[in-house]
């Protein structure tokens, strides 16, 4: 089930969003097609009970109901866009761009998703949500150097924006989390830490986004760690 689950996500081509740097495909289609797979991919890991803990089943509209009542967040975005419903993101509450830590990196980078899923452009609006993540790009990889979450979702949020696969900030955050996948197939939260499935699950996306085959053997032993835990 997750082999067939991640194939799916991935597509049928060896590059997971092959198609969108195609001539006419927009952002909000991107992230369509992005959310559609990372929800399939979710649902196929709670499936086999890879999360620390057991999803409470419901109905779509149920979830929609629920967090219509909750204050506007990044991911509650992402999951009303995904679910068909309409989001004012003027009323996202306000983030800074001047991050100096992973927590500051990481919500600029769930705003620009955030942004390009309610079909806003994270270029505007007073603060240019893009240049300020390429501004984190030290050492050919982004934010911090000791994170590797940073740069996973550095690569969505910046495909999200059809940033070329062979930019820098996306280029140099591949190979820097390719040289820090575990011995066991899995990645971390951050360098040296033991491996884990949310963590690794979510770097297979961005891999496969930044141009890394689906068939690459190092997503393959990713994904035997995955079966095996």
Known sequence: ILVSGLAS?????????????GV?????YFMKKFLSSFLLLTTTLFS???????????DTARAVSYLQTQPLGDWSVMGLKAAGQSVDASQLPAIS???????????VEK????????????????????AALKGWVR?????DDQSLNDDTWGILALRSVNTPVDDQAISGSKQFLLQNQNADGGW?????GTSDTNSTAITIIALIEAGV?????????ALSYLRAT
Do not use: H
């Not at 996500?9 to 740097?21: I, P, R």
């Open 9 to 21: 996500a991935a597509g049928s081509g060896t590059d997971f969003f092959k198609n969108f740097s």
């Open 24 to 28: 006419g495909m927009t952002k909000r």
């Open 48 to 58: 086999l009970n890879l999360f620390w803990f057991n999803p409470v089943l419901a």
């Open 97 to 107: 761009t001047s991050a100096s830590d992973v927590t500051g990196y990481l919500a």
């Open 111 to 130: 705003r620009i998703l955030a942004l390009t899923a309610a079909g806003v452009d994270p270029t505007t609006g007073g603060q240019n949500l893009v």
């Open 139 to 143: 050492g050919g990889q982004i934010g």
């Open 188 to 192: 971390s939260f951050g360098i040296g």
């Open 213 to 221: 085959p689906a068939a690459d053997q190092r997503v393959a032993n």
